[in-house]
């Protein structure tokens, strides 16, 4: 499952990857599956630490990035890994992590 127009769901790797926080793909995957990453949906915080999950525009993600800690809120869903300002309009950064 990448990215699925009947749903408008994405994994939680492939976002990642799209959206140009992980150079590869497999970077991402081994994040999640190491630090793990935590999706706020609906008031609800859950913690997660499988790269399939599936998220949705309007998430709030945080995880660990190469760069440091992030947290987003998801604003669209890629359609794929195009250059750093269409990845950048796909999520907006949250500030006081």
Do not use: H, N
């Amino acid at each position: 499952m990448t990215a699925d127009d009947e749903t408008g769901r994405m994994r939680l790797d492939v976002f990642l990857w799209r959206a140009r926080f992980f150079k590869a793909r497999t970077s991402a995957t081994e994040a999640i599956d190491r630090s793990g990453a935590r999706i706020e949906r609906d008031g609800q915080v859950r913690r997660i630490d499988k790269p399939a999950a599936p998220i949705v525009p309007g998430d709030i993600v945080s995880f660990r990035a190469p760069s440091g800690p992030k947290l987003v809120r998801i604003l669209s869903l890629p359609a794929r890994r195009g250059p750093p300002s269409e990845a950048a309009s796909c999520y907006e950064a949250i500030e006081g992590q």
